[in-house]
């Protein structure tokens, strides 16, 4: 039974809130907030827009999802998974064509959420997701480089191979300042996390690097250099403009964004369910992602998600329930509105350092190490994910790997299911399997028994086929034994049905044996049982066995079967 379509944050304050909960979400939501200050500015930078509009998606889009998510514990805002998608539309469509995405995107999200297919996700298989995440974590390292190292490059090539051979190129334009602060504040990023992990890395490598900076005036880009100014308020929200014709062209990337969304979002809240012991509305997230996204657009910023580090983060300094999210929200917009000018003195290289540590951490590379141990075709998809990734595009890595797994899927239970002749093996077989003595059976002459395994798909149908040719002699009657299939389709239907009328033209009886109720039900409604006769379905293989001798009886006579009753 599905869960109702009801916000958590509902549920929450249903079962009371309490003081002890909001002491828990003000110290959840505060350091959630100090981690989402630095990472929200550096992802709308790798974006390709301005930095303020990362602290536009995180403090609309995460309070809307608050409100209307499915999860007590999910912080949502930009994550780094959607650094390349974003940066691919923006180059190619500008920023107006990232606003339609994004709003459609949300739209999608909203209609997949009333739909209930929160579910439907989960079938993504998992080297997919290590694959693109694997790529995206490389992609964006790449990105951070040049400002990185300060290097002598005024356009950085989008494409991954040009970028790095830009890069050799100019590696000795390399601005020793740059280099330094990017080095030093890496390091500090690194190696906080031993001194404490109460105040995040990130945070202090920002402080401590801008006022070094500002102090003793080093000559390296900060965004203020690089962008202008912060600005300090929210801006006028706006519906984008969408007619049918942006519409078509923007639908692909807006369902590669609706799909990483929900993707993403559901990992997290799966992630926040094992950390917490509770369990989140899948459907509803959805609804809140997809209205935060919405919300997003009209307010200038990029798409949103739930963001697995920082929800962890919320979790582990205390955070119970939505309302740490709406406070994290809270304490972004005070800065925008207060302290935002002060960002704009943040050095470019720092930011690259973040972002670089940020990927290193969506990498997982242990994972895709430990993956590569896998069975062939579970690291084709890995492989190829993460290729395509890098040097094709997103979109495609996402499409091919997805259809990839399928095929190779389908492959594999085709190859697990076939027919095998068992005529001359009945009385070998196991008494428990019938729950009936086998030793004393006997099979009539002209009779054939196939066992038929796995499932009747489209996919398997070839192989059903060929398996049914091993007949030397044309019988009097084919026993399928069919209580190993688990599954059957249209095609499978679709070949029984040309057996069957095989077996009318050739004057031979067709007997289907210990079909399970699932695949008899599928039978039926496609009408196939009427058409084969009620009476040749046979519960277990010693009434198969009868029907056949009866056939056997009345077709030596020359008189017509009588149905059984």
Request: hydrophobic share 50%; with cysteine.
């Amino acid at each position: 039974m599905h869960r109702k379509l009801e916000p958590e944050i509902v549920n929450t304050f249903r079962e009371g809130y309490t003081k002890k909960l909001f002491q828990g979400d003000l110290m959840g939501g505060l350091t959630v907030g100090i981690v989402a200050l630095p990472l929200a500015i550096a992802l709308a930078i790798a974006s390709g827009v301005k930095p303020e509009q990362g602290l536009y998606t995180a403090i609309v889009a995460g309070f809307v999802i608050a409100i209307l998510g499915g999860s007590r514990v999910q912080i949502s805002g930009p994550t780094g998974a959607f650094v390349v998608i974003v940066y691919g539309v923006v180059q190619k469509y500008g920023y107006d064509g990232l606003v339609v995405a994004t709003f459609i995107a949300g739209v999608m999200l909203v209609v997949m959420g009333f739909l209930r297919m929160g579910a439907l996700l989960k079938f993504v298989p998992y080297p997919v997701i290590v694959g693109f995440t694997s790529g995206i974590a490389l992609i964006i390292f790449s990105s951070q480089v040049s400002d990185l190292l300060g290097l002598g490059i005024e356009t950085v090539p989008a494409d991954f191979t040009e970028k790095w051979i830009e890069y050799a190129r100019h590696i000795t334009t390399a601005d020793p300042y740059t280099a330094a602060v990017g080095i030093a504040s890496l390091l500090i990023i690194v190696l906080w996390p031993k001194i404490t992990t109460k105040v995040p890395g990130q945070l202090i490598a920002i402080l401590v690097v801008t006022f070094i900076v500002q102090i003793f005036q080093i000559p390296v880009a900060t965004i203020e250099s690089r962008f202008g100014g912060m600005p300090t308020n929210l801006p006028t929200p706006s519906l984008p403009s969408v007619s049918w014709q942006v519409f078509q062209e923007m639908f692909s990337p807006a369902l590669t964004i609706a799909i990483l969304a929900g993707l993403e979002s559901l990992l997290s809240a799966v992630v926040a369910d094992g950390m917490t012991g509770k369990r989140h509305r899948s459907n509803m997230e959805l609804v809140g992602q997809g209205a935060g996204n919405i919300a997003s657009a009209i307010f200038g910023g990029i798409p949103a998600t739930g963001a697995i580090a920082r929800t962890a983060t919320n979790i582990k300094s205390g955070g119970k329930t939505p309302v740490a999210s709406i406070i994290h929200c809270a304490f972004l917009l005070l800065v925008l509105l207060f302290i935002g000018k002060w960002a704009a003195m943040i050095p470019m290289a720092t930011l690259a350092a973040v972002l670089i540590v940020v990927a290193y951490n969506m990498s997982d590379w242990r994972e895709f190490v430990h993956l590569l141990k896998s069975p062939k075709s579970d690291v084709a998809v890995l492989l190829v994910t993460f290729f395509l990734t890098v040097f094709i595009e997103l979109t495609v890595a996402i499409q091919v790997g997805i259809l990839l797994a399928a095929f190779l899927f389908m492959n594999k239970v085709s190859d697990e299911s076939h027919v095998s002749q068992i005529t001359n093996r009945l009385k070998g077989e196991d008494e428990e399997v019938e729950a009936r003595d086998m030793t004393q059976i006997e099979v009539p002459d002209r009779v054939e028994v196939f066992e038929v395994h796995g499932s009747l798909f489209f996919g398997s149908v070839s192989q059903f086929k060929e398996s049914l040719r091993v007949i030397g002699r044309r019988p009097k009657v084919i026993i399928l034994r069919m209580r190993n299939v688990l599954t059957i389709d249209a095609s499978g239907i679709h070949i029984l049905e040309e057996l069957a009328s095989e077996a009318r033209s050739n004057g031979y009886l067709l007997v289907f044996s210990a079909v399970s109720r699932s695949v008899y039900r599928v039978m039926r409604k496609s009408g196939f049982v009427d058409t084969v006769g009620r009476e040749n379905f046979a519960r277990d293989i010693y009434a198969a066995l009868e029907i056949a001798e009866r056939h056997l009886a009345a077709t030596q006579n020359d008189v017509t079967i009588t149905p059984e009753k």
